[in-house]
């Protein structure tokens, strides 16, 4: 239902770790799951500004776009600089049987949380059978 990721997250990480890079910023780990007739996602995020981080759905593609600024001014000597900054960008593939116009965002203590309802037409529900004696039965769909 949900959810194809980024293909080249993994590589991009393995990259990073096997050449030492830093240029582009890790990608953000998240956490999804399906909780009754929603599903939820969770990106860790820590230090950025609510302010810098986009969502955008288009033909059930999920863009989360955040930006994380150094702390220090422009002038300073920087003598470690081991947090990424920069932009953090992820993508979702979200299945048809989401409701994309409902996705609600929160973002607490570092986390960016996303609620995305399941579609009504993608519930289960019953079929209501007639027969030709005039009897109903009822079956679970």
């Known amino acids: 239902m949900l959810m194809r990721t980024d293909p080249f997250r993994e590589f991009d990480r393995l990259a990073q770790q096997?050449?030492?890079?830093t240029a582009r910023p890790s990608a953000m780990p998240m956490d999804a799951?399906?909780?009754?007739d929603d599903f939820l996602v969770h990106f860790d995020l820590p230090g950025i500004d609510p302010?810098?981080?986009e969502l955008d759905v288009e033909r059930n593609v999920l863009n989360i776009r955040a930006e994380r600024r150094s702390p220090a001014p422009e002038d300073a000597e920087?003598?470690?600089a081991e947090r990424p900054t920069g932009t953090f960008t992820r993508q979702l593939f979200l299945g048809e049987t989401l409701d994309t116009d409902r996705i609600d965002a929160?973002?607490?203590?570092g986390v960016l949380t996303?609620?995305?309802p399941v579609a009504e037409q993608a519930k289960p529900r019953r079929i209501e059978i007639s027969g030709g004696t005039g009897d109903r039965k009822q079956l679970s769909g």
């Open 18 to 21: 096997v050449l030492g890079s």
């Open 33 to 36: 799951y399906r909780s009754g």
């Open 114 to 116: 996303l609620r995305i």
């Open 51 to 53: 302010e810098t981080i």
């Open 106 to 109: 929160s973002y607490e203590a």
């Open 78 to 80: 920087l003598l470690v």
